[in-house]
C-alpha cells in the first residue's frame, strides 16, 4: 500500500488556500452584509465565518491538545471580531492541519468528548481530518452562497481554481 499522505498534505494546502480565498472575498462587507441569513445555510454570514473558524480550530485541537490563546477566541454573541483576526485564525490553523497530515498515523486514534453530554467516540486521526477538510468545503459552498445573494461573485475555492493557482506560481 503506498503512503497517501502527500494527497492528505495537499488536501489541506488547498483548504488552507480556500479559506483564504473565500474570507478574502468577504473583506469589506458592511455589518448589514455580514448579517445575511439565508434559508438552507449555516446561518448569518458572520457567524458562518466564527464558525468555520472556530470548528477548523477545534480540529486542531482535538487531533493535537492545542490550547488557543485569547487571540483565538471566537464568539456568536460578541461583537464580529473583524475579517481579519478570522483569516488569521484559519490561516494559523490551517497551517497546523498541514503538520498533522505529514504525520497521520492511519493506525492512531484519538478520543473525542461531547461538550454537552459528555459522551466519549474513538475515531481514527484520518477520519478527524477528513472531517476538518469536509466541513470546510460545506461552510465555504454556503458562504459563497450568500455572497452571490448580495450580488457578489464568490471564488471559485475548488480543487481546479487551486491547480491553477499553485501552477502560476511555478
Known sequence: ???ARPILVELFRHNRWANAEMVGACAGLTDDQLSTELSGTYGRLDHTLIHL????????????????GPEHRLEYDEPFPGIER???HLDETGAMLIEIAER???DRTVELTDDEDGSRWTYAEWVVLLQAAFHGTEHRQQIATIL????????EPDVWGYWESIQSTR
Open 1 to 3: 500500500m503506498s503512503d
Open 53 to 68: 473558524a472556530r470548528a477548523q480550530g477545534g480540529y486542531v485541537v482535538d487531533l493535537t491538545g492545542w490550547q488557543p
Open 86 to 88: 478570522i483569516a488569521a
Open 104 to 106: 497521520v498515523d492511519p
Open 148 to 155: 452571490t445573494h448580495l450580488g457578489m461573485q464568490p471564488p
